[in-house]
């Protein structure tokens, strides 16, 4: 009878079963916004990172514009002087920071250097002869004044006298002022600035990052031609994801958490037990059954049927977390009702040998319904129809009161089978053996997992088996998982076995060949 103790046991198991379904079915909706963010965080990180690195070589794009449009005041300036003008270009080039020097030439050589005076080198030094034409720009690995440092040179010529100037811009000077060293994150690993299929530095190095190009284009006046390649640095990328994602999971999280509220509210509060409800109407539940077998000739005997939930976003669902919801709201004796017309459909398929038997777990609510005689009569012809004799097992855990023990009886003088299923595991067990006779008594694993240990419990199993015989009950040993446990069971006469060392619970076309297999 129901005491204390069953009750605090059975409300914590519920309340366990609960809060693991519930944990179950909201944790991909916390899972989605972490997720959602991290996606998010990517395309923006690399929108701003390329915008960031976008900006960066316009502005020196236009760095570049600027200081190369003062090469054409010296270049104005060197185009007036003449042959024996070499001392005055000297001194005008002296406060000329970013440029390296003039050079002057005629049409037959370059015969004057801003840096070191007078000279004579041949014309093509520089560039091929027919480059050197006026207003022309161009990348150079190197000058006579610096070998081995590349400039940029912009020509001045008249055509018509052939005298011309070339000016020579620094171009390390710009390449290591673009990178700002100081600035934190980098924004830029590498910089090349392009020309005409010239670069500086003339073999660029890159680190495998992304590199992207920006092209002076329409958007200069003059120096058109020109292109910066960026290679964009990682600290940069994850500087701005980083930022993305800290602002990103919490607003996406609170959009999430409003509009689960929303629709919450609009499409009123869908528990759990509307799942199981709209689950029975899918038919998203279906059976795996668990062979039992005699321990006289190891061949099954019958089965028992094991509920199983595919939920549609859960997935599959143990039946230990939502039978004690479906007991709580009333949902049990519908969903058994429907397993007992699952179980029909599905044996009705199988060739199967006479006196077959299918256990089913019935819960105690199921013994209050007016109709039950009816319908377990109903139950037993059609599965009689089929050759096979239904069984349900109780659990010992379970509440039973007198009028249900009466209502169990009355099923018994039907024919129908039945079994206290864990038997060990509760507090009624022997006031409710008095109360009521019954077919079989499953003994509960944690009474077979003692077999082979020397602990106190162990003398309960053989106390329990002798219980069995002595009250003449067919006792089942449930949870047998090794040889050495079967081999004590049958050697103490226990009728029959059911455990994951003959068979795991399984679907009926796979049970179907277990059978033939083995029977
Ligand atoms: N570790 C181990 N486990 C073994 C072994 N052999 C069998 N089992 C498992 O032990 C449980 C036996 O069922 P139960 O005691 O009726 O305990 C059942 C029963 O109380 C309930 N249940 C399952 N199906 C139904 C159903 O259709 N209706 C109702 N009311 N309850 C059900 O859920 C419980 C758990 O069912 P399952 O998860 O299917 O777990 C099953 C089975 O898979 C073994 O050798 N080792």
Known sequence: MPNRSNLIQASMRNFASLFELLLKKWLFL????????????????????????????????????????????????????????????????????????????????????????????????????????????????????????????????????????????????????????????????????????????????????????????????????????????????????????????????TLFVLSSLLLWKRNGRHSLADDIKSGIENQEFFLVYQPVVSSEDG????????????????????????????????????????????????FSQLQLTTDFRIGFNVAPEHFIQSDIEAKFRYLRDAFAEIGV????????????????????AALRELGILVAIDDFGTGQTTLSLLQTFTLDYLKIDKCFIDTVGQDSVTSHVLDTIIELCHKMNYVAVAEGVETQEQADYLISRDVHFLQGYLYAKPMKLNELELWLKEHN
């Open 299 to 346: 061949k099954a005997k019958g089965v028992e049927a094991l509920v199983r939930w595919q939920h549609p976003q859960m997935g599959l669902v143990r039946p230990d977390l939502f039978i004690p919801i479906a007991e709580e709201s009333q949902l049990i004796v519908p969903l058994t009702n429907y397993i007992f017309e699952r179980a029909l459909a599905d």
């Open 30 to 253: 916390l899972l989605l916004p972490v997720v959602l963010a991290f996606v998010f965080s990517y395309f923006i990180a690399v929108y701003l990172a390329h915008n960031k690195a976008t900006e960066i070589g316009e502005f020196n794009l236009e760095r570049l514009e600027a200081i190369l449009k003062l090469s054409d005041q010296i270049g104005e300036y060197a185009m007036n002087l003449t042959e024996e003008d070499c001392g005055k270009l000297t001194e005008y080039m002296r406060f000329r920071p970013y440029f390296r020097g003039v050079l002057l030439f005629n049409d037959k050589s370059f015969y004057c250097s801003s840096t070191t005076g007078d000279l004579n080198l041949p014309l093509n030094t520089l560039l091929p002869v027919d480059r050197l034409k006026d207003g022309s720009q161009h990348i150079v690995p190197e000058t006579p004044a610096r070998p081995g440092v590349p400039a940029i040179i912009t020509t001045f010529k008249n055509e018509q006298t052939q005298y011309g100037a070339v000016v020579i811009f620094e171009g390390q000077y710009l390449i290591d002022s673009f990178i700002q060293p100081d600035v934190f994150p980098r924004a830029v690993k590498t910089v090349v600035l392009g020309l005409h299929g010239a670069t500086l530095p003339a073999a660029p190095q890159f680190s495998g990052n992304e590199v992207i190009t920006v092209f002076a284009g329409d958007k200069f006046e003059v120096h058109q031609d020109f292109v910066i390649l960026l290679e964009i640095s990682k600290a940069l990328f994850w500087h701005f994801y980083w930022i993305a994602f800290g602002l990103l999971l919490p607003l996406i999280f």
């Open 389 to 408: 004799q239904p069984l349900i097992e109780i659990t010992e855990r379970q509440l039973l009161t007198v009028d249900m023990c009466e209502r169990i």
